[in-house]
């Protein structure tokens, strides 16, 4: 989608009010650029959408950490980076929200499927075994 006059003067908005360091601003500027005007997304955007999503979530917005992991995971706006998918992911699960946490478990859930940056093997029998080395404690 592209933006509009009025959609520019929002995010222009939402940016002075990321200067005053308001959180919801922040969240509220990631999500637009993620899911509403990606291709609007340059170097620099990406760059303050990772930092708006780091000050959320060190403010305890999961919510953020699982947003943050998802881009990781994809490598959208930023190098694809699998380890600290899992991190953030494995963050979100502590969330107090409920969908956040449950998007955050089948995330992870994916992750050890598909064996991103986790050993995993399928037997003869076709079950999947994750070695007790890859588990953290």
Known sequence: MKMTKEDKYRMK????????????????YAQLYVNEYPEEVTEEI???????????????????????????????FIERDFKKAIHLYELAT???????????????????YYGRDISVYKREDG???VPITSLKP
């Open 13 to 28: 908005t939402l940016e002075q009010c990321i200067e005053d360091g308001e959180l919801e601003a922040m969240f509220t």
């Open 46 to 76: 990406a760059e303050k959408i990772v930092k708006c999503y780091e000050t959320c979530m060190e403010a305890g917005n999961l919510t953020a950490a699982l947003n943050l992991g998802a881009l990781y995971y994809e490598g959208n």
């Open 127 to 129: 079950v999947f075994v």
């Open 94 to 112: 502590e969330s107090d929200d409920n969908e956040t946490r449950v998007r955050a478990w089948c995330n992870l859930g994916y992750c050890y």
